[in-house]
């Protein structure tokens, strides 16, 4: 099983609205509602920003949205803050292997 | 306040075993799936182990099938992780994670996202 592909690097100034995107395919990202984003800081553990494509858990903030179109899921980020700056990973649901794929991860640059 | 704790890493030769574990604390354990992530250095994200809340269903990625043995104690508290046969492609930070809701399992497949991780612990295969 591949990895989703997410773009290397995405940046954008504070105030702004960035979108990274994470495109699998019918056995995974296309196939189901079963999307989650991750947000990790360097040398900080993983943190749950969004799941099941569009829901946010308790305590993250409304400026991060899901959201999937065919066989590409996307974060978007409103409001660009300095915070915001660290890796993003989605991964899906697939039916191509035992537990989810991650997604190759996107470098968030606050500008 | 809800934490995962993990503990147990560190050098180990090519073909060896180690043993993490994971201590939960200020949630009701019994009652959350859980799983092992990994991530290389420089790397991206692995999930390649899940447990159910009660411990009767397990998972693992193909990477670690054979060689690697998840468990936990809900009377104490704590997930362990039995690592056997080690490679360097092992060579990690691994990170314990509670699954969040349900999560979705089909006959052959699981889907969870993970809410509360753990800080990490690194372990090194290496001669």
């Known amino acids: 099983q591949s990895a989703l592909t997410q773009p290397a690097s995405v940046s954008g100034s504070p105030g702004q609205s960035i979108t990274i995107s994470c495109t699998g395919t019918?056995?995974?990202?296309?196939?189901?509602?079963?999307v989650s984003w991750y947000q990790q800081h360097p040398g900080k553990a993983p943190k749950l920003m969004i799941y099941?494509?569009?829901n946010r858990p308790s305590g993250v903030s409304n400026r991060f949205s899901g959201s999937k179109s065919g066989n590409t899921a996307s974060l978007t980020i409103s409001g660009l803050q300095a915070d915001d700056e660290a890796d993003y990973y989605c991964?899906?649901?697939?039916?191509?292997?035992?537990?989810?794929?991650f997604g190759t991860g996107t470098k968030v640059t606050v500008l | 306040q809800v934490q995962l704790v993990e503990s147990g890493g560190g050098l180990v030769k090519p073909g060896g075993s180690l043993r993490l574990s994971c201590a939960a604390s200020?949630?009701?354990?019994?009652?959350?799936?859980m799983g092992w992530i990994r991530q290389a250095p420089g790397k991206g994200l692995e999930w390649f182990s899940y447990?159910?809340?009660?411990?009767?269903?397990?998972y693992y990625a193909d990477s670690v099938k054979g060689r690697f043995t998840i468990s936990r104690d809900n009377a104490k508290n704590s997930l362990h992780l039995q690592m056997n046969s080690l490679r360097a492609e092992d060579t990690a930070v691994y990170y314990c994670?509670?699954?969040?809701?349900?999560?979705?399992?089909?006959?052959?497949?699981?889907?969870?996202?993970?809410?509360?991780w753990g800080q990490g612990t690194m372990v090194t295969v290496s001669s």
């Open positions: 994670a509670r699954g969040l809701g349900g999560g979705y399992c089909s006959s052959t497949s699981c889907y969870h996202a993970f809410d509360i």
């Open positions: 200020g949630f009701t354990f019994s009652d959350y799936y």
């Open positions: 447990i159910s809340n009660s411990g009767t269903i397990i």
């Open positions: 019918s056995s995974d990202v296309g196939g189901y509602n079963f």
């Open positions: 099941d494509v569009s």
């Open positions: 991964s899906s649901y697939t039916s191509s292997a035992t537990l989810d794929v």
